[in-house]
């Protein structure tokens, strides 16, 4: 581990998902005083929002046209709002909104050179992102989100006419673990990758939930984050040795001096099942 700060981005497709794939990591990263930030792709008003996908799903006619783009306005900005609360409590404050509509999330030059900019800008050492081959890899946003920030690190490492900033070299990309879950259908079972890395957070796993509760105008907070960090950050935490986890899939293989070995290996080794047993059934605090 480097001894000087770091400087973490992590790259959602939606509002929602820098908190629910990175939001321990980030906390921890924010507490040791590195540098944290996120951007968001997409305003995400077409996913989970309580009003444009879910109360006009049920109307026999929907608005349109500038009364449509009105009511997305007004969305956009509340969950904007939401993400600002959340970055809070995690203890970070920059986040970039690119303002992509997700209505159909593409990878063109266009968002690529505007990505790649910000990254210049930015300067992360270690990007967090989607798998890019997450679902099909071509209908899946989140893919295309991962897809989109993988041109971006590339291009950042070049210089662009368009740009002052000189260039950006990322050091490491982790991917959401998410990617590499159990199937749920046809393209899941291409897999082949698995996570790799995995974050302790039971330490901050209340203020992961506390921050997944700001999201209400997606349905994150209440039962529903709850459900989230028991079933995914619990699985990682397990398949870790911990309460709660986050599982990221490491883009570059790395090289050591000396064979690496984590206290959490050598704790372990060094304890009786019991032992290890107890550090994973903490349970999350749901009052």
């Known amino acids: 581990m480097s001894d000087r700060p770091l400087r973490i981005l992590s790259i959602g497709a939606h509002p929602a998902d820098i908190f629910d794939q990175s939001g321990g990591a980030m906390a921890h990263h924010a507490a040791r005083g590195d540098y944290v930030a996120c951007v968001v792709l997409t305003h995400g ?9 879910d109360s006009m799903f049920h109307r026999d006619q929907v608005p349109t046209g500038d009364e449509m783009l009105q009511i997305i306005a007004e969305r956009s900005d509340l969950k904007a709002e939401e993400v600002r609360k959340a970055c809070g409590i995690l203890g970070f404050q920059d986040v970039y ?15 690529v050179r505007r990505l790649a900019a910000m990254i210049r800008q930015i300067k992360p050492d270690i990007v967090l992102t989607h798998f890019p081959r997450e679902g099909d890899a071509f209908s899946s946003s989140h893919a ?8 971006a690190i590339n291009h950042a490492a070049s210089v662009d006419p368009a ?55 997606q349905g994150y907070g209440g039962a529903y984050a709850r459900k989230r960090i028991e079933t995914s950050d619990g699985a990682f935490g397990q ?20 064979f690496p070995v984590t206290d959490y290996a050598l704790q372990r080794a060094r304890s009786s099942d019991h032992e290890n047993m107890a550090l994973y059934s903490y349970r999350v605090k749901t009052d």
Request: with cysteine; proline share 2%; charged share 20%.
């Open 45 to 53: 008003v077409r996913v989970h929002d309580k009003v444009i996908s």
């Open 97 to 111: 909104f690119f303002g992509e509509d997700d209505a159909v999330l593409l990878m063109t030059e266009g968002t």
């Open 144 to 151: 295309i989100a991962g897809q989109i920030t993988m041109y």
């Open 163 to 217: 740009d002052k900033n000189p260039p950006h070299r990322v050091a490491q990309v982790f991917f959401f673990g998410t990617a590499a879950g159990i199937r749920r259908h046809l393209w899941d079972a291409e897999g082949g990758y698995y996570n790799d890395v995995f974050i302790d957070i039971t330490d901050v796993v209340e203020k992961k939930l506390a921050a997944m509760d700001c999201l209400v105008s």
């Open 239 to 258: 398949s870790g040795g911990v309460a709660y986890g986050e599982g990221f899939i490491s883009l570059n293989s790395e090289t050591h001096y000396f």
